[in-house]
């Protein structure tokens, strides 16, 4: 029998790493892997014999989905590799960490899809949301790929609010810098999708996050006709959809994702109080005619300080703050 050491809160024990219960066979509990001298990892979510006996885990590898896109749409060119380039030198930048997506929140939304092999994220900035789903899913064991579909130029009031955000800031002499959330540089181009990158290859997770540089639209048909061609495997079994907020392009969205959501599936997003994204959702809620959601099942989608509500049958809505969405697909 082999003995290695097993940090446990600060104290050295000696574990061994033969004992049958590190794999899963005799006693293994929670309690004799975490009591008394429980280890972290026990308190969240992601307990496993290896992590609490001290021993190393298989490496999870980049997702199945995230090769087969490279291969299909980018012939295996690595979309990160600009960033080692004289045109590339972008630093990591989370100066607008504008996400209102939390682990809370995911962990809410896999409870109806335990095991996704697709998260799409439609509407992702410079890719606070990504880079929070990607660290989530491989604290979870997942190997889900994280597909960000956006066309990385901003909203409409970044582009209209730019000059005046400038002037407020005393930014106007600063020509060889991009400035404001439209990161724009000194030849009027904004660097927002290069951001993006350089975020998440700071972040160590470029190997579960694939951007595609599209709208949102031409990204959700896209998905469906590589499935559809069998060029993947699987639609997306969640899509979180962050990019439109106008009343009649929300709805357009909505409806191209839907079509494209696997079944199950769960479409979701944040901004209810975005007057176009609250009309667009209920409407799109109403002409679904789904059935009600029992108390358990709208329930876990409730927010620490305020619970769920159903205003439409199937659709689950916190109305805190800016509030959030979801919709389950079953059929």
Same mark, same amino acid.
């Given at each position: 029998?082999?003995?290695?050491?097993?940090?446990?809160?600060?104290?050295?024990?000696?574990?061994?790493?033969?004992?049958?219960?590190?794999?899963? +066979?005799?006693?293994?509990?929670?309690?004799?892997?975490?009591?008394?001298?429980?280890?972290?990892?026990?308190?969240?979510?992601?307990?496993?014999?290896?992590?609490?006996?001290?021993?190393?885990?298989?490496?999870?590898?980049?997702?199945?989905?995230?090769?087969?896109?490279?291969?299909?749409?980018?012939?295996?060119?690595?979309?990160?590799?600009?960033?080692?380039?004289?045109?590339?030198?972008?630093?990591?930048?989370?100066?607008?960490?504008?996400? !209102?997506?939390?682990?809370?929140?995911?962990?809410?939304?896999?409870?109806?899809?335990?095991?996704?092999?697709?998260?799409?994220?439609?509407?992702?900035?410079?890719?606070?949301?990504?880079?929070? *789903?990607?660290?989530?899913?491989?604290?979870?064991?997942?190997?889900? $790929?994280?597909?960000?579909?956006?066309?990385?130029?901003?909203?409409?009031?970044?582009? *209209?609010?730019?000059?005046?955000?400038?002037?407020? @800031?005393?930014?106007?002499?600063?020509? !060889?810098?991009?400035? $404001?959330?439209?990161?724009?540089?000194?030849? $009027?181009?904004?660097?927002?999708?290069?951001?993006?990158?350089?975020?998440?290859? +700071?972040?160590?997770?470029?190997?579960?996050?694939?951007?595609? #540089?599209?709208?949102?639209?031409?990204?959700? #048909?896209?998905? #469906?006709?590589? @499935?559809?061609?069998?060029?993947?495997?699987? /639609?997306?079994?969640?899509? +979180?959809?962050?990019?439109? !907020?106008?009343?009649?392009?929300?709805?357009?969205?909505?409806?191209?994702?839907?079509?494209?959501?696997?079944?199950?599936?769960?479409? @979701?997003?944040?901004?209810?109080?975005?007057?176009?994204?609250?009309?667009?959702?209920?409407?799109?809620?109403?002409?679904?005619?789904?059935? !009600?959601?029992?108390?358990?099942?709208?329930? #876990?989608?409730?927010?620490?300080?305020?619970?769920?509500?159903? /205003?439409?049958?199937?659709?689950?809505?916190?109305?805190?703050?800016?509030?959030?969405?979801?919709?389950?697909?079953?059929?």
């Amino acid at each position: 029998m082999r003995y290695g050491p097993v940090l446990l809160l600060g104290s050295l024990v000696t574990a061994q790493e033969g004992d049958p219960d590190c794999f899963g +066979y005799g006693s293994l509990t929670f309690e004799s892997c975490c009591l008394p001298q429980p280890r972290f990892e026990c308190f969240e979510g992601t307990f496993t014999a290896e992590r609490c006996c001290g021993l190393p885990e298989k490496p999870l590898g980049v997702p199945e989905v995230i090769t087969r896109l490279r291969e299909e749409l980018f012939t295996n060119q690595d979309v990160y590799s600009i960033l080692g380039t004289v045109c590339g030198q972008y630093q990591p930048q989370l100066r607008y960490p504008d996400s !209102h997506l939390t682990p809370a929140l995911m962990k809410s939304v896999l409870s109806f899809v335990p095991e996704p092999r697709m998260w799409l994220e439609v509407g992702s900035f410079i890719g606070s949301s990504a880079i929070t *789903a990607a660290t989530t899913l491989k604290s979870l064991r997942l190997s889900t $790929g994280v597909v960000c579909v956006d066309p990385f130029t901003g909203m409409v009031d970044m582009w *209209a609010d730019r000059k005046a955000f400038r002037e407020a @800031f005393g930014l106007t002499q600063r020509r !060889h810098v991009a400035d $404001g959330p439209l990161l724009m540089d000194e030849f $009027g181009h904004s660097r927002i999708y290069e951001m993006f990158l350089a975020n998440v290859r +700071y972040s160590g997770h470029e190997d579960y996050i694939l951007p595609l #540089r599209v709208s949102s639209i031409t990204g959700l #048909r896209l998905l #469906r006709t590589l @499935f559809e061609q069998g060029r993947i495997d699987h /639609p997306p079994e969640i899509i +979180y959809l962050d990019s439109a !907020h106008e009343a009649g392009e929300t709805l357009l969205e909505v409806t191209e994702a839907w079509r494209l959501l696997a079944v199950p599936g769960v479409l @979701f997003g944040d901004d209810w109080s975005w007057p176009g994204v609250q009309s667009d959702v209920l409407r799109f809620a109403q002409d679904l005619q789904q059935r !009600h959601l029992t108390d358990e099942e709208l329930h #876990r989608f409730d927010w620490p300080t305020s619970s769920a509500i159903q /205003p439409v049958p199937g659709l689950a809505v916190v109305d805190q703050d800016d509030g959030a969405w979801m919709l389950f697909k079953e059929s």
